[in-house]
């Protein structure tokens, strides 16, 4: 099946990130033509590596990648499928021959646990007396677009994760130094990556007071690594780590204890890590976000000294944030989160993956089609 995958990019790594995991998850593990259509092929660059910033036109791992600025897709006719990311407003001249083509048109919405999206999943909106705009939300249980996840993830986290000698090797691939993998069973390995918004400093207070060696690892332009100086004398370790791609980024996450994250793309990621995991959602006016982290909290239901430090986080409270470490990561919280993290990871994985479900439909609408 032709795909064309529109992307804007908002929120640095999070809307990109989607876009070309949910390309390469289409273009590799179920044989669609796909292209995708991007704005910053800058910001693309740096989640991989094989991307060239400045070509118009580029194929990598399979999928063919326009720069959305090029005047060379104004001229390309749609693919039997357009998906628009995040309602990134598809050019009109293209929404035209979308129209003439009878192209199947899908708007991914943003990932949420809410229940009224249950609701309003696939329901269409009129473009025109024949065609239709669909509306596609991701999320977590068979009433909703499900979330991506590749054949074979889990076992191949799984394998990893057994093994300390490879979760090393990966590490020290990223520059880590030798000293830091010594004794590794005796620290706590932390990926932090968050919005500026949260209170940064005191989560470093908050593991100082746990007494045991914490190495946090933050990449470049981290807020963190601003206070890397000031506490290289303590137990806390700050240490600054490249830019990596997709598949490395997994790696990363399944090589860490726990994982604080932001945004859609490394939160799907964390989940799929089986780590304890804390979620930095995206701010909105009027404190929705909160509304929205309600509704992942009740569904996620983890142990409730992390559901104090995944509010403490995003709600800027630092004594309970500095207290909800102290219990987190107490000796039985901590094995009840870990256990939890792995449990629920392990379950919402037998459910069919966003991939599955999107091609799904598109079968449906394609009468007789045989695109599954």
Not at 87 to 113: F, G, M, Q, V
Not at 117 to 139: A, M, Q, V
Not at 324 to 341: G, L
């Amino acid at each position: 099946m032709k795909i064309d995958i529109f992307c804007k990019i908002i929120d640095n790594y999070g809307d990109i990130g989607f876009s070309w995991r949910l390309a390469n998850d289409l273009a590799n593990n179920y044989n669609c033509i796909v292209r995708l259509i991007v704005d910053n092929l800058t910001t693309l660059s740096s989640i991989n590596s094989k991307i060239n910033s400045n070509s118009k036109y580029q194929i990598i791992d399979n999928i063919q990648i326009l720069d959305w600025n090029s005047d060379y897709i104004l001229e390309i006719k749609p693919a039997e499928l357009i998906i628009e990311t995040f309602s990134c407003k598809i050019p009109d001249e293209y929404i035209h021959k979308i129209i003439e083509n009878r192209s199947c048109w899908i708007n991914i919405e943003y990932l949420t646990a809410e229940s009224w999206i249950e609701s309003c999943h696939l329901l269409p909106s009129k473009i025109s007396k024949n065609s239709n705009k669909f509306f596609f939300f991701p999320g977590f249980n068979d009433k909703t677009g499900g979330i991506i996840l590749e054949p074979n993830l889990i076992k191949k986290r799984n394998v990893f994760q057994e093994s300390l000698s490879t979760q090393m090797s990966f590490l020290k691939t990223l520059g880590i130094d030798d000293n830091l993998l010594k004794e590794r069973s005796n620290k706590i390995f932390c990926y932090l990556f968050c919005y500026n918004t949260t209170p940064i400093e005191d989560i470093i207070k908050g593991f100082i007071k746990l007494n045991k060696e914490i190495v946090i690892f933050a990449n470049i332009g981290n807020p963190i690594l601003q206070f890397a100086k000031y506490y290289d004398h303590t137990m806390i370790k700050i240490i600054k780590i490249p830019f990596i791609d997709q598949n490395d980024f997994d790696k990363l996450l399944w090589s860490m204890d726990v994982n604080f994250v932001r945004g859609e793309d490394s939160f799907i990621r964390a989940i799929w890590s089986g780590r304890p995991m804390i979620w930095n959602i995206y701010k909105q006016k009027d404190n929705i976000h909160i509304n929205k982290l309600d509704y992942w909290i009740n569904i996620y239901n983890p142990p409730i000294s992390v559901k104090k430090l995944m509010y403490s986080w995003n709600k800027n409270n630092s004594n309970l944030l500095i207290k909800s470490i102290q219990e987190s990561f107490s000796y039985e919280n901590w094995i009840k989160w870990q256990k939890h993290a792995k449990n629920w990871s392990n379950n919402l994985s037998q459910q069919s993956s966003l991939s599955f479900r999107l091609l799904k439909f598109c079968t449906k609408h394609f009468k007789n089609a045989k695109i599954l």
